[in-house]
């Protein structure tokens, strides 16, 4: 038997290898065709992308033609280097520093020289390309932008850099990538699919006929279009009233998930990312450490959510029968705790469910926050419930949605508290601050958003999301996923109650809206930066989160405005107005438009120190296309237990 084995083994292998080697040789001519790569040249189809529309069709990004200037270092003979650097108005630096790059990256391979030429700039030089041996032209499509916002929801395309091309064999080098936004996210559907086509070159290098009579040919497949969820005007009219104030605003439709508008300010002008332009530009927002027009708040700053909060601590009380609607604790405009009063600017007097939403009531909350802790004996086990009850409303978790970047927030539970008290000893007060959405309670505006829709919703959400439509395609079904809350549905109600009455009887009552029913919740924030080493106490953070209208509700939205002042001051009355615009397409509170509009916080962005490094020698030039919410200011860390 093993005399047989051996022989066996070395007859099959050799058979394996003649069937390998024949199909190699015979069948299969990629191989062939990289041998061959010397005598062959490869050229690029590139297909439009995809166009982009909002919600209602309305078209936000279409294509223009561009075209890229490509070269084969090896092939390059006899230039006439200042003629061919004047037609491109480029020096013979730049041109030296190219060309060393496009050497290392391969001599016989082609790169791009120069990219994004317009047909002006394309034309004089297309005249004399002849002279030219080793250079010639790639036809593309860039971005043509019809709208002057939405820079953060779109994204923008750039080359893919070395890394991805390393990665991704469908790219190669100067190919163009989407980054950042949607841009990025439907990247596979929006840059559609590339042609090739092979050509056979003669010992002069000279092009002789399609390769092997076209069998390798591939045709360009055109990006599909998409619609995003965005309503054009709402995020329009969003970006507007954010002018010169720095923070994030968030709305969904609260049924779908459907994200609304999605603002950061201070944002950007999406046609200085395009052209020749577009690294100086890029470069100029990206190292702007001060305003930082390139981080979108509204998806990645992370705040203690402030009195919104006290809507998620009067559920989890509610659902874990700590209290019910009548529970009562008086309140004399603060409280003591540890020796130190707590100040509350309610009204004071005793102070149940109701009248602690709408008033805001510190003492309250904090009180029915402690009762919820203390249910159990062991507090480990009280907070990991709490806890678990708050992120069922979206909090403390990446949500899932589909746009490339994010933060978790931060909801606390028992490995929280054991990190900070290793040696224990922590209890109800010792972590109360959380109950008027301080303490080590982080969210996101998005975050916040999502947890009205749920609010609501009384007791469920949809996965946010800016994709509406893909032609030919289904979205993912994630977001037609149903998310149900730990909290029951009974609760809601009187939540929903107090609510309401914010806009009628409590802190947002100057904001009403005639004929919309909002139901919404103030919050404020101290804050305190260190400015030249001494910690300084800056303006308050004005934040609000609201739905309307209360019964079957459109939109739900969240907004927080850094160094704003109290919720009611700058971010309450944006949300009257972004539920107005969306509900009705016009605006009767124009005297809350017209002062949000003329508000400026530059002023206090000014105390940080520092400028904007897009504001020196390129504001005139740049920043008024750029940003029209450009604005000197910095991130600031948020300290306070103050809240209404």
């Keep these: 038997m093993r005399k047989v084995l051996l022989p066996s083994l070395i007859i099959i292998a050799a058979l394996l290898l003649v069937i390998r080697i024949f199909y190699l040789q015979i069948i299969d001519d990629t191989y062939k065709l990289k041998s061959d790569n010397n005598a062959i040249k490869i050229k690029y189809d590139y297909p439009e992308r995809g166009y982009i529309y909002d ?94 916002y939405g820079a953060n929801v779109f994204g923008f ?51 002789i006929g399609s390769y092997n009579e076209g069998r390798y040919d591939t045709i360009a497949v055109q990006g599909e279009d998409i619609n995003l969820t965005i309503d054009a005007e709402l995020q329009k009219y969003g970006e507007e009233l954010m002018i010169n104030k720095r923070g994030g605003i968030v709305a969904i439709e609260p049924k779908t998930g459907e994200i609304l508008a999605l603002v950061t300010a201070p944002s950007y002008d999406p046609s200085i990312l395009v052209g ?20 979108d708040r509204g998806l990645l700053a992370e705040y203690p959510p402030g009195s919104p909060f006290k809507i998620m601590v009067g559920l989890a009380a509610l659902q874990e029968e700590a209290i019910d609607e009548q529970t009562a604790f008086a309140c004399n405009h603060g409280y003591y705790l540890k020796g130190r009063f707590i100040k509350c600017h309610c009204h004071g007097g005793m102070m149940h469910l109701h009248n602690g939403i709408y008033e805001s009531c510190n003492t309250y909350f904090e009180n029915i926050y402690m009762r919820t802790i203390n249910k159990y004996v062991n507090p480990s086990e009280s907070v990991d419930i709490w806890s678990k009850h708050v992120k ?17 927030g931060k909801i606390p539970d028992s490995k929280t508290y054991k990190k900070m008290y290793p040696n224990g000893g922590w209890r109800g007060t010792t972590i109360v601050s959380n109950g008027i959405g301080q303490g080590e309670v982080l969210a996101t505006p998005i975050q916040l958003a999502n947890m009205m829709s749920a609010v609501a919703n009384e007791g469920y959400y949809y996965t946010p999301h800016i994709i509406k439509k893909i032609k030919g395609e289904k979205i993912d079904t994630r977001f037609t996923t149903k998310h149900i809350t730990t909290v029951d549905k009974k609760y809601f109600k009187p939540m929903i109650d107090g609510l309401f009455d914010v806009y009628n009887l409590g802190t947002a009552s100057a ?20 400015i030249n080493g001494v910690r300084t106490k800056l303006e308050d953070h004005s934040i609000f989160v ?46 809350l438009e017209t002062r949000i509009l003329a508000k400026s ?4 962005y000014a105390k940080l120190g520092g400028s904007s490094a897009a504001s020196k020698i390129e504001r005139k030039a740049i920043i008024d296309s750029i940003s029209k919410n450009t604005i000197p200011v910095q991130t600031i860390k948020v300290d306070s237990t103050k809240q209404k």
Excluded at 160 to 189: C, H, R, T
Excluded at 392 to 408: A, E, I
Excluded at 511 to 529: F, M, P, S
């Design 55 to 148: 919600r209602n069709g309305k078209l936000l990004v279409a294509n223009q033609p561009s075209y890229d200037i490509m070269v084969i270092p090896k092939d390059v003979k006899r230039l006439d280097t200042l003629q061919f650097c004047q037609l491109l108005n480029i020096t013979k630096e730049d041109f030296n520093k190219i060309m060393a790059k496009a050497k290392v990256y391969s001599p016989r391979l082609p790169s791009v020289f120069l990219s994004q030429l317009n047909k002006s700039d394309f034309a004089a030089f297309q005249e004399k390309i002849r002279k030219f041996e080793g250079f010639y032209f790639q036809k593309r499509s860039l971005r043509d932008y019809q709208v002057n």
């Design 157 to 207: 395309i750039t080359q893919a850099n070395e890394k991805v091309v390393e990665k991704n064999p469908y790219y190669n080098n100067g190919d163009l990538i989407g980054k950042q936004g949607v841009e990025e996210s439907y990247e596979e559907i929006l840059r559609g699919v590339k042609g090739v086509k092979y050509f056979q070159k003669d010992k002069y290098n000279r092009e």
């Design 276 to 295: 020749r332009q577009r690294s100086k530009n890029y470069t100029l927002l990206y190292r702007d450490s001060i305003a930082k027009p390139l981080y």
């Design 392 to 408: 069922s409303f979206g909090l403390g978790q990446f949500m899932g949605y589909d746009l490339p970047t994010g933060k978790k």
């Design 511 to 530: 904001l009403r809206v005639q004929g919309i029913d909002i139901c919404g919740k103030t919050g404020t924030a101290e804050n305190y930066a260190k």
């Design 546 to 591: 609201a739905f309307a209208p209360k019964d079957n509700p459109k939109i739900a939205i969240a907004i927080l405005v850094e160094n704003g002042g109290f919720g009611a001051a700058i971010a309450g009355p944006i949300a009257s107005l972004m539920i107005e615009k969306y509900l009705r397409k016009k605006i009767t509170r124009t005297d």
């Design 601 to 604: 916080l530059q002023s206090q």
